[in-house]
Antibody, heavy 121, light 106 residues
């Protein structure tokens, strides 16, 4: 059974940093691209970042580009999201998710339960 | 505000059918496939439809997706109380999400 367990969230002051982790199990982690999607309170889903199966390719939403860094350790089956220069608008529930593809079209087939990040003074 | 437009709410009674629309443009839906997700409060989002109209194993055939031009739709037939949730469309390899539609089963 696919399982994605996020950790590392919490309360941080504006301008601060946090590193989120996502421990994957139940599938061959190194065979899958992964992503983070967030949901601010009362808002909809927003894609944050994605990474290829090898980690060679990383992609970011404009809203986090230059501040967030996505990486993975395939030997540890773990995904990391380093978040720097955090702003109040980064406050959200962050979901770790697995990506799959059908031909050239990508979709998100499994999601974690999410980890809460609150940016406030 | 998302580039994909969904109605903020939809409703139906048990047993009825309901359709949720997702409107975009030639640069997003018009040139990419659409995926649909169900999100119950406090739970992880769940994939319902991928690549416009493909249903993952385990998703009931009451759920179906379609796309025409720059718009897509999710149809739910035989509404059940457990279908009450938020529904999101997404495109461009899931880098763009709609604003979500809250479905109420009356």
């Amino acid at each position: 059974e696919v399982h994605l367990l996020e950790s590392g969230g919490g309360l941080v002051q504006p301008g601060g940093s946090l590193r989120l982790s996502c421990a994957a199990s139940g599938f061959t982690f190194s065979n899958y691209a992964m992503s983070w999607v967030r949901q601010a309170p009362g808002k909809g889903l927003e894609w944050v970042s994605a990474i290829s199966d090898s980690g060679a390719g990383t992609y970011y939403a404009d809203s986090v580009k230059g501040r967030f860094t996505l990486s993975r350790d395939n030997s540890k089956n773990t995904l990391y999201l380093q978040m720097n220069s955090l702003r109040a608008e980064d406050s959200a529930l962050y979901y770790c998710a697995r990506r799959s593809h059908y031909g050239s079209a990508w979709y998100t087939d499994f999601w974690g339960q999410g980890v809460l990040v609150t940016v406030s003074s | 505000q998302s580039v994909l437009t969904q109605p903020p709410s939809a409703s139906g009674t048990p047993g009825q059918g309901v359709t949720i629309s997702c409107s975009g443009s030639s640069s997003n839906i018009g040139s990419n496939t659409v995926n649909w997700y169900q999100h119950l409060p406090g739970a992880a989002p769940k994939l319902l439809i991928y690549s416009d109209n493909q249903r993952p194993s385990g998703v009931p055939d009451r759920f179906s997706g379609s796309k025409s031009g720059t718009s897509a739709s999710l149809a739910i037939s035989g509404l059940q109380s457990e279908d009450e949730a938020d529904y999101y469309c997404a495109t461009w390899d899931d880098t763009v999400f709609g604003g979500g539609t809250k479905l109420t089963v009356l």
